[in-house]
């Protein structure tokens, strides 16, 4: 059974951090794609980051290029997204799902995933 656990997520201040990590089990994660989502209130889901299964190419949709940094650890079947310099429109629930090859940022969607966790609240305050 393929499951995704992330964690990390709180309460940040503006200009700050937080480090989010997805462990997965059940995949051998090195064979896939991991791609960060979020979804603010009221919102649609926004893929925010994506690492590929090969050569760990990544690509970040516009407005977190420069602060937000995804990377993993296959050793330990883990992503991680660094955010730094967090702004109050990060505040999200972040997911992390799991594919083949990333979709195209920005107009990925959850659904272009073939599994994804139950997500980790992240909440900036100004």
């Known amino acids: 059974q393929v499951q995704l656990v992330e964690s990390g997520g709180g309460l940040g201040q503006s200009g700050g951090s937080l480090r989010l990590s997805c462990v997965a089990s059940?995949?051998?994660?090195?064979?896939?794609?991991v791609g960060w989502f979020r979804q603010a209130p009221g919102k649609e889901h926004e893929g925010v980051a994506c690492i590929s299964n090969s050569n760990d190419i990544t690509d970040y949709t516009d407005s977190v290029k420069g602060r937000f940094t995804i990377s993993r650890d296959n050793g330990k079947k883990t992503v991680y997204l660094q955010m730094n310099g967090l702004k109050p429109d990060d505040t999200a629930v972040y997911y992390c799902?799991?594919?083949?090859?990333?979709?195209?940022?920005?107009?990925?969607?959850?659904?272009?995933?073939?599994?994804w966790g139950q997500g980790t609240q992240v909440t900036v305050s100004s």
């Open positions: 059940g995949v051998t994660l090195d064979h896939d794609a």
């Open positions: 799902a799991g594919a083949k090859s990333c979709a195209v940022l920005p107009t990925a969607v959850l659904q272009d995933y073939d599994y």
